[in-house]
């Protein structure tokens, strides 16, 4: 019912910035929160940051605040996330997430709806 579409990821090299947008169609219903995530190889699902229906309070996981930003444009129905200064660690799928309610929460599990996620991979 809900589809969630990211993109913005691509091949970068360390130090530079990208964002990525989430895009949400279908039927949509506000309010809502949304998260950003991320998928490496080997590794469980990363909390990245939240953001609630009116965007004021976002939150992040730990050691993420700092050179990512979460944002909303509910006009659009569109999430973002922008990266800066980019690390090979940070190479990886990034998810964004829909939730069925108001709250933020940092758990997959918080999320009923997600993308296909959108391919960032940095280079040394």
């Known amino acids: 019912q809900v589809q969630l579409v990211e993109s913005g990821g691509g091949l970068v090299q360390a130090g530079d910035s990208l964002r990525l947008s989430c895009a949400a169609s279908?039927?949509?219903?506000?309010?809502?929160?949304m998260a950003w995530f991320r998928q490496t190889p080997g590794k469980e699902r990363e909390f990245i940051a939240a953001?609630?229906?009116?965007?004021?309070?976002?939150y992040y996981g730990d050691s993420m605040e700092g050179r990512f930003t979460i944002s909303r444009d509910n006009a659009k129905n569109t999430m973002y996330l922008r990266m800066i200064i980019l690390r090979p660690e940070d190479t990886g799928v990034y998810y964004c997430?829909?939730?069925?309610?108001?709250?933020?929460?940092?758990?997959?599990?918080?999320?009923?709806?997600w993308g296909r996620g959108t391919q960032v991979t940095v280079s040394s």
């Open positions: 997430a829909k939730s069925g309610g108001i709250v933020a929460g940092s758990g997959s599990a918080d999320y009923d709806s």
């Open positions: 953001i609630t229906w009116k965007g004021g309070t976002p």
């Open positions: 279908g039927r949509t219903f506000s309010p809502y929160a």
